[in-house]
């Protein structure tokens, strides 16, 4: 077996950001060949990921990047086992290793395209196998969304301050005026907030299954089955129309003022910029 020098083994700590006693036990299986005891590390990580595939990954962060002109945004969940991991400094630093490769990966695209992203001459999935190597612990990418705007408007986001909720909201503007305009992007970052505060089902009632609306219809009618149908027709179209209310995002009281729905405080900060604007779609990541 060849001398493995203290030197070699800091290099290889260097390159892999793995422990001495790892680095130094994988240069001893290659003989001392760097390359190849990277190579041992990285097999390390896929081994720990395939021994703990039924783990659950309830913690981690959400990772929210806009590109520098502001036309496409990206958002995902970077998960693993414990809070105690995901304070490391592996795992802090695979995170913000994310942030360059959701702005390269193709943002039409979903999580096996961000994983197979490379940036540097490593995928992503490179970046999670090193870190999983390197805590013992599974890591997954959990949730994956990009939004590119294809006319005028802008995408607003938020990411809670906890880092475990995420949000992206696509608006589209009459003019770029309004886009543009400051008080209109406040109130849209503000939505975005809603969002993430309210967690709506949908943007609309358009965007609620029949099949759900069905068992809510269902679930009322069971609560008030013993008085006289014409008065349970009512109370359930009444229930209805509140779990609407409660539910779709346009409905919805507005997180800080509960008494004016969003579609409301939109139009005004529209109108108040010069124009229109509608929202087109909407992500909402949570972790946990």
Known sequence: MAEISSAIVLKLRKMSGQGMMDCKKALQETNGNVEEAMTVLRKKGLATLAKRADRETTEGTVICVTGPDGKDSAIATLCCETDFVAKSDAFIAAADAMKNYLLACNTADGIDNLLNTVKDGKKFSDIVTECVSKTGEKTEVG?????????????????????????????????????????????????????????????????????????????????????????????????????????????????????????????????????TANIKRFVRFAIG
């Open 143 to 275: 949730d994956y969304a990009g939004f590119k705007l294809s006319g005028l408007g802008l995408i607003a986001t938020y990411v809670h301050f906890n880092g475990k909720i995420g949000v992206m909201v696509e608006f589209e503007t009459s003019s770029q005026a309004v886009a543009d305009n400051e008080q209109f992007r406040l109130i849209a970052k503000d939505i975005a907030m809603h969002i993430a505060a309210v967690n709506p089902l949908a943007l609309d009632q358009s965007g609620i299954s029949a099949q759900i609306i069905e068992r809510e219809r269902s679930i009322a009618a069971e609560q008030v089955k013993n008085k006289p149908p014409n008065i349970v027709e009512k109370i359930v179209n009444g229930k209805i129309k509140k779990f609407f209310a409660d539910n779709c995002l346009l409905e919805q009281g507005f997180v800080k003022d509960e008494k004016v729905p969003v579609q409301k405080v939109l139009a005004d900060a529209a109108k108040a910029a010069g124009g």
